[in-house]
Structure formats: structure tokens, C-alpha cells
């Protein structure tokens, strides 16, 4: 399996190198940067997630996606555990931002390609559960954190989601076991093959917008990715020693958690005026190296098992 997922992670190497070239060559501005990362995140992604649930009712799939629900909180909790105790509130210190990248990770962009190569739509299927869980946190304890306010308004963006819309309406034909018109099927499944490609291409052009000659210049952002890249990870992978799960739902959480710091993280700083260039240098940083740590990841777990 570290194979397959190393594969994927040299095709995501490559394919963020065309999206940085793109951008250079004056093909990509920002503005388009911005307009294809919406595409992806409010078509492309539903429709690869509602496409998961088009399979047959089998009880050991629900029982699945209960157990990456658990894993996913499990995972969660330890993130925010290494948070709150490695980045201590300092003065002059971008605590919150630095926070909010260790503990949300990039799971769609990047967890969604990693697992449809090593697993396929069962692995979106137990993916479901912990983007779920990701968007409520996000627009929660996330929002309450940027923002400084402990209101918990913000939780009716959950339900507005489009991933979250492609979750529900996805259960209620996998429960249902409604199968979608195969002409609809096959134009969603192009549509959805569109999601590594495009995905990688904004990374890419995001990335080489960071001048990261001067952030590698930075040892702060040396400790923050290893905080989210290497140990969170690996005491999650310690902690399925205690949740002794399928192998599938165990492997598709690691690759959720283990992703770079989530690109919400930038809009977040945007929306309430806070630090979006560091925001973004830490994105840019934890994605290149994500490259080789989620592979990195995957090995770790599989000499453990």
C-alpha cells in the first residue's frame, strides 16, 4: 500500500508543478486560482463523495462508516491535544493561525485523491465520515478561534456545505438503494476524475505565490509542519492500537489527518483580519512536504501493523 499511496504522491508532486508553471507563464492569475478552487470544492468534490454512495447496501459498510466516525473524533481530539500543548499562547505569536493548521487538515483536496488511488470510492465512502466531522469542528470550535467569539452561529454554514449537501442527499440513496440513470452516472464520473488534476494545479499555483526561500528562512514553520505532518500522525496511528478497526477505515483516516494544514485556514485569516500571508506560507510549506510525509505516514502504519 505505501507503494500505491508514494505513486499517488509523485503524480500530486507533478501535477503541483504544472499548476506552479501555469501560473509563472501568466496562464493561471489569482482570480482563476480562486475560481477553479471553488469549482472543485463546491462541484467537483460533491460529486465525487455522492458517487461513493452508489453502491450496494451492505451492513458491513455502515458499520464501517460508524467506526471512521469514532477514528475521525479520535484523531481530532489528539490533534487539538498537540495543538493547545505545543503552541502555547505567546505575545507577538500567531497562536491561533499556527493552531488552527495543526489541527484541520486539508482532507478534501488532498485526502480525497490519495484515497480514491489507494481504495477507491469505498475509501470516499468511510471518507464521508470525517469531512463530516471536519466541517463541523471547522465552523465551530474553528470559527470561535479565529474569530474570538464563543457563538456557535457559524454552525448553520455546516448544513449549507456542498459537501455536507452531497453527504446526505448520498446516504439517502445508498439507503434507499437508488441508483442514479447511467447516463447521470458516467457524466459524474468524468466530472469527478476532474478532482485530482484540478486540485493539485491550485495547489501548485498557490504554492509558488509563497516566496519560500524566505519561509524556509523561518525555524517556526519547520516546527509547526513537524507538529502536523509528523507527530499528530503518528500518535493517531498509536491510537488505533486501542481501536483495532478494518484496515480501509483505518488507512483513510491517517490520510485525512495526515494532509497538509487546510486551505480554510487563509480565508478564515482574510475573513477576520488576521495573518492570511503566514496562513497561506504555512499551507504552501505543509503541502510540499506533505508530499513526502503522508507515503512516510502510510509506512510507518503498515510496519506497526
Request: aromatic share 10%.
Amino acid at each position: 500500500m505505501a507503494g500505491i499511496v508514494l505513486n499517488q504522491a509523485i503524480i500530486m508532486f507533478i501535477l503541483i508543478l504544472v499548476g506552479a508553471g501555469c501560473f509563472k507563464l501568466n496562464l493561471l492569475s489569482k482570480e482563476s486560482i480562486s475560481q477553479i478552487s471553488g469549482l472543485v470544492l463546491k462541484v467537483v468534490n460533491p460529486i465525487v463523495i455522492l458517487m461513493a454512495y452508489q453502491k450496494e447496501y451492505k451492513p458491513e459498510l455502515v458499520h464501517n462508516l460508524g467506526r471512521t466516525f469514532v477514528l475521525s473524533l479520535v484523531s481530532y481530539l489528539i490533534a487539538m491535544a498537540v495543538a493547545y500543548l505545543g503552541i502555547p499562547e505567546k505575545e507577538n505569536r500567531e497562536t491561533v493561525i499556527e493552531r488552527f493548521s495543526c489541527i484541520y487538515s486539508n482532507c478534501g483536496f488532498m485526502g480525497i485523491p490519495l484515497v480514491m488511488a489507494m481504495f477507491g470510492y469505498d475509501g470516499v465512502f468511510y471518507l464521508t465520515a470525517f469531512l463530516t466531522v471536519f466541517n463541523a469542528l471547522v465552523w465551530s470550535h474553528g470559527v470561535m478561534q479565529m474569530s474570538g467569539e464563543k457563538s456557535l452561529k457559524s454552525l448553520a454554514k455546516v448544513l449549507r456545505s456542498p459537501a455536507i449537501i452531497a453527504i446526505i442527499i448520498g446516504m439517502i440513496l445508498f439507503f434507499a438503494q437508488i441508483e442514479l440513470p447511467s447516463v447521470i452516472a458516467e457524466t459524474f464520473e468524468e466530472i469527478g476524475s476532474l478532482n485530482s488534476p484540478l486540485a493539485m494545479i491550485v495547489a501548485g499555483a498557490t504554492i509558488i505565490q509563497t516566496d519560500l526561500l524566505k519561509v524556509f528562512r523561518k525555524p517556526r514553520v519547520f516546527y509547526i509542519c513537524f507538529l502536523k505532518l509528523l507527530l499528530i500522525p503518528v500518535l493517531t496511528v498509536l491510537a488505533f492500537q486501542l481501536f483495532p478497526y478494518d484496515k480501509t477505515v483505518e488507512m483513510t483516516v491517517l490520510a485525512a489527518i495526515a494532509a497538509p494544514s487546510a486551505a480554510i485556514c487563509t480565508m478564515q485569516c482574510l475573513n477576520y483580519h488576521r495573518n492570511a500571508a503566514y496562513a497561506s506560507e504555512l499551507f504552501g510549506v505543509t503541502t510540499l512536504f506533505s508530499i513526502a510525509t503522508m507515503p512516510l505516514m502510510m509506512i510507518i502504519y503498515e510496519s506497526l501493523l
